[in-house]
């Protein structure tokens, strides 16, 4: 297995960056190991699903953050659990936090969105938490592409937990209209549930046309993840891509 690219700008203004997408499981497992294992990944964007909603939130994921060497973008309560965390060398324009119709009986969803730059590179991020009802999950894959294009940037970097598979209604209407990363350039694992069982990929990025991907895929053989960190830390296991994002500064 290649060695995943690491962090960097370029001469022509474009930057190889690292984006995480992780479900932490509102931080009910081993905090510890799962900054490990965020720490280990050097990733420079975090999107993070089931971020803690509830009595003192805020200081929780600002604890996250803290122990993962990151900072706190933007989402957790005020988007039902997605949530963005970033390194220093982002640096964030603006930030939305979008809240989605709440179907009766179900637990309501949201995004975490911002526009960020690194180098010469300007691009958007969504984390996402679809829902476990296949037709609201449709709808809300449609909203995503809406809430994408309305970040009104040339390149934009989407991912979460779908719960739903690469063959699944939802899971294909993302990836018929943005590129698969794990499809486009596999690297090590590819199932992410569950963390002592994978069976399913159902955790995925997708990128918008022009950002090259250079490896994705769950980081069992990244240097520093252990293997009774993933399966201690939480109920997802992680996806890491590097990708290579042109300049496009303001």
């Not at 690219?5 to 009910?28: C, E, F, I, Q």
């Not at 294909?172 to 994978?198: C, K, Y």
Request: glycine share 8%.
């Amino acid at each position: 297995m290649s060695a995943l690219p690491a962090s960097r700008t370029a001469p022509d203004g474009s930057a190889v960056v690292r984006v995480l997408s992780y479900n932490v499981r509102s931080l009910r497992d081993d905090e510890a190991a799962l900054a490990r294992v965020i720490r280990a990944c050097a990733p420079d964007l975090v999107l993070i699903q089931e971020a803690p909603r509830f009595f003192r939130w805020r200081k929780a994921a600002e604890r996250l953050a803290r122990a993962s060497g990151l900072t706190h973008v933007t989402g957790g309560a005020t988007t039902t659990g997605p949530m963005i965390l970033a390194a220093l060398r982002v640096h964030v324009e603006r930030t939305a936090d979008v809240l989605l119709p709440r179907t009766p009986g179900l637990h309501r969803r949201g995004f975490a969105t911002a526009v960020v730059r690194v180098g010469g590179a300007r691009f958007g991020v969504l984390s996402c938490h679809l829902s476990l009802a296949a037709d609201e999950r449709y709808a809300q894959a449609g909203r995503l592409l809406a809430e994408l294009a309305a970040l009104d940037v040339r390149y934009a970097v989407a991912g979460g937990d779908l719960n739903d598979r690469p063959d699944g209604r939802s899971f294909r209407r993302l990836s018929g209209a943005l590129t698969d990363a794990w499809a486009a350039h596999p690297w090590d694992g590819e199932f992410t549930s569950t963390p002592r069982e994978p069976h399913q990929r159902i955790d995925a990025l997708f990128t918008t046309d022009g950002i090259e991907v250079l490896g994705c895929g769950v980081p069992h053989g990244l240097p520093g993840v252990h293997a009774a960190d993933l399966t201690a830390a939480t109920d997802h296991l992680p996806v890491l891509a590097a990708l290579r994002i042109p300049e496009d500064a303001p």
